[in-house]
DNA sequence: ATAGGGTTAG
């Protein structure tokens, strides 16, 4: 014992100072902590560009005609510029002529130049065209204004829709109000929905089918469904008859609610409402059976649905094959893949996924490309999962070449890499000791405006520690908290097995300290690794004695201590 | 306005 230096941390742990430091659970153990490298504070966040309008009215061509001050000649090149989809021009043209002339302009090629501009994400200066429209004496119309709203919705901006909908010019109809009510509810902000509810109502404008379908679909996720049939219950009051996606999206609520017994109760009702179940219907179910795996409930409906009349969609096979594939039954997903045709239905990228996952799983991967093959020659075109799926299971199959010049063709097949795709090839290299190309590939893809995660950095840590390179590894790690993403117990551990390896326990005693300073929690492998480490270094007996008090708080198992004790 | 969303880290 006393061959540990007075100066080292290691005292502290030895002399069973054990104290929890987690508050909530606990398996956070307290060793003594020296500083640790000063982290930099880098924030390097790039504020979003906002649209701007193009001001520059210098001569266009196709102005000259129309340099009359905006009367019908003007509206005739608005008409023109805007069917072109020269947005810009239109836009210029307005701001020159309309803004000052005498006659208003054409309100239809406005609203669709509105349209436009929202498409191409610039609410600002589709905001300016509504904007002239009312300073040039013309009144826009509901539908302009929908368009507008809708706009604003898409991009996020609901406020900004609010506050149209509020100096509307024009009554607001239901398709107004729906639109928002879409919004809103996406966005969680029920609340606000009601509100606009109320509005609504005051301006005696009559909620439809769609509003209430809205409103019951988002009520189901936030409060649960009795609270959606409350809503149902006032839509019946109301007059207003629900529809098959009202009661589709209560269904759905239900099976969410995990209470399918209760969803086929309705299922089977829904004809003496006056409604019949349609493929929809029956998707949600039967995907409820699956997962819980009744499967011969499942095989049932589905024989049902083709009774009926009820004919089974692409969705219906994939929810099916999805899991035969999961259960592991490759050959009956097969199977159901092949007879799709029969039923008119077309396989697509989502029907061969889960069978070209489950055969990499099974270290087919020559089976899983002649399916690939098979796929491409049916016309159904890979796509990013699939592309993602071949890359780790090349990665996994010791052919990380060969996924590094997949990744790099993805673009010329018409797929752009995504996060996950440099994810499972940075992975890749940094397993066969190639970390370096893997911070090449990084770089590559920051380039590419991909930002890295949580699953990135984890690799690229854990490389760079497995090559002995763990001042890079840490920094990197310190690094992290500038860049809003917060290591996980999994980052923590390559590291301090990193240190442990390079038999600098101490310091990797320090880097747990400050994982758990950080708040995050401890897992079992992070004190098998520094108990390890402390058996490397010849303190046996001082591992013995934490292994012992871990297991004694549950934090490690029997078989591990075993392990360990075993190896000694 | 409703169903499938699969693929990446110790």
Request: hydrophobic residues 35%.
């Amino acid at each position: 014992m006393d061959v540990l230096a007075p100066t080292k941390t290691f005292p502290s742990l030895v002399d069973s100072n054990f104290r929890l430091q987690v508050p909530h659970n606990s398996n956070a153990i307290h060793f003594t902590t020296s500083s640790l490298p000063k982290r930099s504070s880098r924030s390097k966040l790039s504020s979003p560009s906002t649209p701007t309008l193009s001001t520059h009215s210098n001569g266009h061509p196709s102005l000259s005609s129309a340099n009359l001050s905006g009367d019908a000649a003007g509206n005739e090149v608005l008409r023109r510029l805007v069917r072109n989809g020269e947005l810009d021009s239109a836009l210029r043209l307005l701001e020159s002529i309309f803004l000052r002339g005498t006659d208003p302009p054409d309100i239809i090629p406005c609203t669709s130049l509105i349209r436009g501009l929202c498409r191409s994400g610039r609410t600002a200066a589709a905001r300016r065209v509504l904007d002239i429209i009312e300073t040039s004496g013309a009144s826009p119309d509901v539908i302009t204004y929908n368009v507008m709203i809708s706009g604003y919705c898409k991009s996020g901006e609901t406020d900004e829709a609010l506050n149209l909908l509020h100096r509307m010019s024009v009554p607001p109809d239901v398709v107004t109000y729906n639109t928002i009510f879409q919004s809103l509810c996406e966005r969680g902000k029920l609340d606000k929905a009601f509100e606009v509810l109320d509005h609504m109502l005051h301006r005696a404008c009559a909620p439809d089918v769609f509003t209430y379908t809205i409103l019951i679909e988002a009520t189901c996720k936030e409060s649960g469904v009795g609270h959606a049939m409350k809503l149902l219950d006032e839509m019946h009051a109301k007059g207003c008859a629900p529809d098959v996606v009202t009661y589709n999206v209560v269904i759905n609520g239900i099976c969410k609610e995990g209470r399918l017994d209760d969803a086929i109760k309705f299922l089977n009702n829904m004809p003496s409402y006056g409604c019949n179940p349609n493929v929809i219907t029956h998707n949600i179910i039967l995907r409820s059976m699956c997962s819980t795996g009744r499967w011969m409930d499942a095989e049932n409906l589905l024989s049902d649905m083709v009774s009926k009349g009820c004919n089974p969609s692409v969705v219906t096979f994939n929810i099916l094959i999805n899991f035969l594939c999961r259960k592991g039954l490759i050959g009956r997903a097969m199977d159901i893949l092949e007879k799709m045709p029969e039923h008119g239905c077309t396989p697509n990228s989502l029907s061969y996924n889960p069978l070209l996952h489950s055969l990499c799983k099974d270290k087919k991967i020559d089976r899983a490309i002649e399916y690939l093959d098979i796929m491409v020659s049916r016309g159904c075109y890979p796509d990013i999962v699939t592309y993602n799926t071949l890359l780790t299971a090349l990665c996994k199959d010791g052919k990380v070449d060969v996924a590094v010049e997949l990744l790099s063709q993805l673009s010329s097949r018409g797929c752009r890499p995504v996060l996950i795709s440099y994810n499972a090839v940075i992975d890749g290299l940094s397993k066969v000791g190639k970390t370096d190309e893997a911070l090449g590939l990084f770089k590559e893809m920051e380039g590419k405006g991909l930002k890295a995660d949580t699953i990135t950095y984890s690799s690229l840590v854990a490389g760079l520690s497995r090559e002995g390179r763990v001042e890079e590894a840490m920094n990197m790690v310190l690094e992290l908290q500038g860049l809003h993403i917060r290591p996980t117990a999994i980052i923590y551990n390559s590291v301090i097995l990193g240190l442990c390896k390079a038999r600098e326990t101490d310091r990797a005693i320090d880097f747990y300290a400050y994982m758990v300073s950080r708040g995050c929690m401890p897992t079992e492998s992070t004190y098998m690794i520094l108990i390890e480490g402390l058996v490397h270094e010849g303190f046996g007996d001082e591992a013995v004695d934490l292994l012992g008090e871990l297991y004694s708080r549950g934090v490690v198992k029997k078989t591990s201590m075993q392990n360990v004790v075993a190896r000694m």
